[in-house]
């Protein structure tokens, strides 16, 4: 395209050409993601309300690690903006031999988390246990994590071992906390 018909729809739309594309792409995903009940934070697991909230993020980071997670869809996640912040690396140094297990709630000896490549602190997320109990979590045969119903029994959501029903009751719980 020429930089004529660039600068023309940037005067029409008010702003540059390239961001007013980025902003209907946004649009346009989260739209999708209500349409199909998967506007829920990766994080907090309340749900996105707006395009202006939504964010993608990777689960895993690739940065320092593996360029292949960066294009693996199954690394991808929603989440609220606020959400997606960098105060977690604040919590993620390694302060007097100790960590921060964000499910713990609580400082642990470097001894308790697995050794990880993956992040700046060189350990895992969570301490062993903590992160032991999501992986088993995790491996279950696809039963709701809430109320252990059986894939097929219920309607469950698509990317998650949660069925619709315990998913609308956390909806309605987050939204009752606001």
């Excluded at 909230?53 to 690690?65: D, F, R, V, Y």
């Excluded at 693996?72 to 604040?90: G, K, P, T, Y």
């Excluded at 097929?152 to 606001?178: D, I, M, W």
Aim: proline fraction near 3%.
């Amino acid at each position: 395209m020429s930089q004529q018909s660039h600068l023309k729809k940037a005067e029409l739309l008010g702003m540059p050409f390239g961001t007013a594309c980025g902003r209907l792409r946004k649009i346009v995903l989260f739209s999708l993601l209500q349409r199909h009940h998967e506007n829920i934070c990766f994080k907090c697991a309340c749900p996105i309300e707006s395009a202006e909230e939504l964010s993608i993020e990777h689960k895993k980071p690739w940065q320092n690690a593996d360029p292949r997670l960066f294009w693996d869809l199954s690394n991808i996640a929603f989440s609220h903006l606020r959400c997606n912040r960098r105060e977690q690396e604040v919590w993620r140094k390694v302060v007097d031999g100790k960590l921060w297990c964000p499910k713990c709630a609580q400082m642990l000896g470097v001894a308790e988390f697995h050794k990880s490549s993956n992040s700046k602190s060189g350990y895992t997320d969570y301490c062993k246990s903590c992160g032991n109990a999501k992986r088993k979590v995790l491996r279950a045969k696809g039963n709701c994590t809430s109320c252990a119903a059986e894939r097929g029994a219920k309607p469950f959501r698509t990317s998650h071992n949660l069925c619709l029903e315990c998913h609308q009751q956390r909806v309605a719980a987050c939204l009752k906390s606001r």
